[in-house]
């Protein structure tokens, strides 16, 4: 088993910041891709960044300049850092990560952000 929890979510106004971070745990053999989708209300799931074990970055349009992934291979945790936050931000984050040992992706249950004044 490999479970997956998330922190940092909340609201905040618009122009404001938060930091997301998500552990993994359990049966862990090696992490490949880890990363953030995220699902507004009404809208389907979309990515947000990934970030690969070497450490390659990938971002949606809409994010760009103002979020940035890391991750910290010892502590198995993926980390979003987002800045200049906009209502249409608002949605549902979920961490993943793709393991190379089963080749399985497994979720977070998500953790809300809401971007309002």
């Known amino acids: 088993q490999v479970q997956l929890v998330e922190s940092g979510g909340g609201v905040v106004q618009p122009g404001g910041s938060l930091r997301l971070s998500c552990t993994a745990s359990?049966?862990?053999?090696?992490?490949?891709?880890m990363g953030w989708y995220r699902q507004a209300p009404g809208k389907q799931r979309e990515l947000v960044a990934t970030?690969?074990?070497?450490?390659?970055?990938n971002y949606a349009d809409s994010v760009i300049g103002r979020f940035t992934i890391f991750r910290d291979n010892a502590k198995s945790t993926v980390s979003l850092q987002m800045t200049s936050l906009k209502p249409e931000d608002t949605a549902v984050y979920y961490c993943?990560?793709?393991?190379w040992g089963d080749g399985m992706y497994y979720w977070g249950e998500g953790t809300l952000v809401t971007v309002s004044s």
């Open positions: 993943y990560v793709h393991l």
């Open positions: 359990g049966r862990i053999f090696g992490i490949n891709t």
């Open positions: 970030i690969t074990n070497a450490a390659n970055t």
